[in-house]
């Protein structure tokens, strides 16, 4: 590719760390990640169970609003970005190619945790039309051990006020992963690691697990892979912390076993060191 512009494409997986990737690599010096935090263009508008993330058209008032921050060399509000983004796609893959042609600039990219139930043919298209503007796509998919990434949600919900008052977070937890009424966009680990194998060849993937993702060794190779200056002391900084792993009560990981088999085989499968790496990689074993 030409003067080696890299698009960072991470799909995820929400709870596991993309936020500290985002921001890691944002401070990278040869690096602009853009203006938003994700972008959610692509499951916004292919996902229906994302379609909460579509941004409806701006009133008139707004839209005005917009074009004058344009015309007198503004940021547009947000909303007003994303919208753009999302009713022409062809404005997402401009956008990303004028921030490669600012000078210094070699690596932006899109973290946006929702598109980890993107379908091989989608990601196939981001990769086609970047590569047709001289940009390699790199696409990355960061995995925790499913319970602990499960529970840490939930309780994120909780502190949003997305739960109902009446019910405990154990009672939420096993409703959806005990008695198999999880949220339609509930990431499953082997169908994001399918689509990205489908994708992607080796050289142009990674998968890193959480649990090893902020040490200064886990943190110099994924540098190095994406092009920019290695700074491991950035594993201390870690965004949106997730509680301890013995937050979760005794016993609720073992009663979702079967819910969360397919994602621990999927992961061990491809990385053995999950079976040492995550704490209740011995469901495998208890499912089977």
């Given at each position: 590719m030409a003067d080696d512009k890299r698009f960072l494409l991470c799909i995820g997986a929400p709870k596991c760390g993309t936020t500290w990737l985002r921001e890691y690599v944002h401070a990278a010096p040869c690096a602009d990640m853009g203006r938003l935090g994700e972008y959610q263009v692509w499951d916004a508008l292919h996902l229906p169970e994302n379609a909460r993330f579509?941004?409806?058209?701006?009133g008139a008032a707004m839209r005005l609003r917009a074009a004058l921050a344009g015309a007198l060399g503004l940021p547009v509000p947000a909303d007003v970005f994303r919208w753009r983004l999302q009713d022409d796609p062809a404005r997402y893959f401009a956008y990303f190619e004028r921030l490669l042609a600012r000078p210094g600039i070699t690596l932006t990219g899109d973290v946006s945790p929702g598109y980890n139930r993107l379908p091989a043919e989608m990601l196939s298209r981001i990769d086609r039309e970047f590569a047709s503007r001289g940009i390699e796509v790199r696409a990355v998919l960061l995995l925790r051990d499913p319970v602990e990434r499960a529970w840490s949600g939930l309780r994120m919900e909780r502190r949003k006020g997305r739960?109902?008052?009446g019910r405990s977070d154990v009672e939420v937890f096993r409703d959806r992963y005990v008695a198999g009424n999880a949220p339609p966009n509930t990431p499953?680990?082997?169908?994001?690691?399918?689509?990205?194998?489908?994708?992607?060849p080796p050289e142009r993937r990674r998968v890193c697990l959480y649990?090893?993702?902020f040490r200064p060794e886990s943190i110099a190779d994924l540098s190095r892979w994406l092009g920019i200056p290695a700074r491991p002391e950035a594993g201390s900084q870690r965004v949106n912390a997730a509680g301890a792993p013995s937050a979760l009560p005794d016993g609720l990981a073992e009663e979702a076993a079967a819910w969360f088999a397919e994602d621990y085989a999927a992961t061990v499968a491809r990385l053995p060191e999950a079976?040492?790496?995550?704490?209740?990689?011995?469901?495998l074993e208890a499912a089977g």
């Amino acid at each position: 590719m030409a003067d080696d512009k890299r698009f960072l494409l991470c799909i995820g997986a929400p709870k596991c760390g993309t936020t500290w990737l985002r921001e890691y690599v944002h401070a990278a010096p040869c690096a602009d990640m853009g203006r938003l935090g994700e972008y959610q263009v692509w499951d916004a508008l292919h996902l229906p169970e994302n379609a909460r993330f579509r941004v409806p058209r701006p009133g008139a008032a707004m839209r005005l609003r917009a074009a004058l921050a344009g015309a007198l060399g503004l940021p547009v509000p947000a909303d007003v970005f994303r919208w753009r983004l999302q009713d022409d796609p062809a404005r997402y893959f401009a956008y990303f190619e004028r921030l490669l042609a600012r000078p210094g600039i070699t690596l932006t990219g899109d973290v946006s945790p929702g598109y980890n139930r993107l379908p091989a043919e989608m990601l196939s298209r981001i990769d086609r039309e970047f590569a047709s503007r001289g940009i390699e796509v790199r696409a990355v998919l960061l995995l925790r051990d499913p319970v602990e990434r499960a529970w840490s949600g939930l309780r994120m919900e909780r502190r949003k006020g997305r739960l109902p008052e009446g019910r405990s977070d154990v009672e939420v937890f096993r409703d959806r992963y005990v008695a198999g009424n999880a949220p339609p966009n509930t990431p499953r680990y082997a169908m994001s690691l399918a689509a990205l194998e489908r994708t992607f060849p080796p050289e142009r993937r990674r998968v890193c697990l959480y649990e090893s993702l902020f040490r200064p060794e886990s943190i110099a190779d994924l540098s190095r892979w994406l092009g920019i200056p290695a700074r491991p002391e950035a594993g201390s900084q870690r965004v949106n912390a997730a509680g301890a792993p013995s937050a979760l009560p005794d016993g609720l990981a073992e009663e979702a076993a079967a819910w969360f088999a397919e994602d621990y085989a999927a992961t061990v499968a491809r990385l053995p060191e999950a079976r040492r790496l995550w704490p209740h990689a011995a469901l495998l074993e208890a499912a089977g």
